[in-house]
């Protein structure tokens, strides 16, 4: 049975005889009521990106990689709200037990850490959490590898905190090894490095997680080569072709958007054989990113009648009304002018062409960039952290209302 990750389970059964404790009873709120209401309430959200780029910049700035699927940021803080009001917002008693338990060198129990990394609202509180950690760690050690995943809630709780320094510390701390020991917590870390423009930083959490030998799936592949994109570096282009070689070669399977990033890299350096290579690597050439790839790749290449070729078929395609046409980059275009200027030609083609992609609604101000970064419209729910007024107001309520059904 697959580890859990992010749900906060039972603890041993209490004697009739004994009271109960906070643990049980907290994990108990959480495994039922907390985690149905949570799901239910972010399960076709999205983790919301901020970046900035150099190929320009959407008005909203507002970009996407990785969903609330994949992240879960949500569902941690309708947990962490939920246990926050079983203690009454007052955490003080339990973490002086905490903090006694360490004193004297007592056994900490799953649960007591599972409570603690929910009740942290503070940097301070983290470097509690840190040490309860490396204890937790140090006392279950290689016979814990296959129970509760504690590397994601902890990247979550960085997450949420802004914390990206201790989430690090951490995970590339040897003394913890086998703590991460999911693809999940690097994603996080990644996410949130690459959301705070840290691109090297994430490059270097990518390096540690093949170091540690966790398989790369298809969301690492999709944060390598947009970290290694928006490092934009002679270094960062052939880091992104090994990439792709090393994946064919083991029989990966590739997102669609790994591509565009890995054409898009070697765009930027010019490298115009490998932008080549990777663009016949994409099988789904239906869509708007590749049509605006393929172009600046002819460009680049000299293939200026290919050029006109490409924009005058995506003209020709016939499309049911409510089908939306294939749409070109203002951007692109400009670049395309640009390429064809100095040839009369073809400017005079490129004219006519875009006053009729023009006329049939197919140019748009989106940028390449605005393009890769763009959430499948599949998944289109945007989200963000939640506020203390949403998880004060409408979390708790909710979970106070499911909890009284039972």
């Not at 005889?17 to 149905?36: D, I």
């Not at 901020?50 to 947990?79: H, P, R, V």
Request: hydrophobic share 40%.
């Amino acid at each position: 049975m697959a580890p859990r990750e992010e749900t906060v389970g039972r603890g041993p059964a209490r004697q009739r005889s004994a009271p109960a404790r906070p643990g049980h009873k907290m994990a108990a709120v959480l495994s039922r009521s907390a985690r149905r209401v949570a799901r239910a309430a972010v399960r076709r959200s999205v983790v919301r990106l901020f970046a900035l780029g150099c190929w320009g910049c959407a008005s909203a700035g507002k970009w996407y990689l990785l969903t609330e699927d994949n992240i879960k940021l949500q569902e941690f803080q309708q947990a962490k709200a939920a246990i926050r009001n079983e203690f009454h917002g007052n955490k003080d008693p339990y973490f002086k037990n905490i903090k006694e338990k360490l004193k004297d060198n007592r056994i900490i129990l799953k649960n007591e850490l599972k409570i603690l990394l929910h009740l942290c609202q503070t940097s301070s509180d983290v470097d509690l959490a840190k040490k309860v950690i490396y204890r937790y760690h140090e006392q279950s050690g290689i016979t814990d590898l296959r129970g509760f995943k504690f590397g994601p809630l902890f990247m979550r709780l960085c997450f949420e905190l802004d914390l990206e320094t201790p989430a690090v510390e951490l995970i590339k701390d040897q003394n913890l090894r086998g703590f991460f020991s999911d693809s999940t917590s690097f994603h996080i870390l990644m996410t949130m490095l690459f959301k705070k423009g840290r691109y090297k930083s994430a490059l270097e959490v990518l390096a540690e997680m093949k170091k540690q030998g966790i398989p790369f799936n298809k969301e690492t592949y999709l944060l390598a080569f947009a970290i290694c994109y928006k490092l934009g570096s002679l270094e960062s282009c052939k880091i992104s072709a090994k990439l792709l070689e090393e994946a064919q070669l083991k029989g990966d399977t590739l997102p669609l958007r790994a591509f565009f990033f890995a054409v898009a890299s070697a765009l930027k350096q010019d490298d115009i054989a490998q932008a080549q290579f990777c663009c016949s690597q994409i099988r789904k050439t239906e869509n708007r990113l590749y049509s605006n790839l393929k172009v600046l790749v002819q460009l680049r290449s000299g293939l200026l009648e290919e050029v006109i070729k490409t924009l005058e078929a995506a003209m020709d395609v016939d499309t049911p009304p409510f089908v939306k046409k294939i749409e070109f980059s203002e951007q692109v275009l400009a670049t395309a002018r640009e390429k064809m200027e100095k040839n009369p030609d073809f400017s005079d083609k490129l004219r006519d062409v875009y006053a009729k992609l023009r006329a049939s609604g197919q140019i748009t101000t989106c940028t390449l960039e605005d393009m890769l970064f763009q959430i499948p419209s599949s998944k289109k729910i945007p989200t963000k952290l939640l506020n203390k007024k949403q998880l004060g107001y409408q979390a708790a309520k909710l979970l106070r209302s499911n909890l009284l059904l039972e």
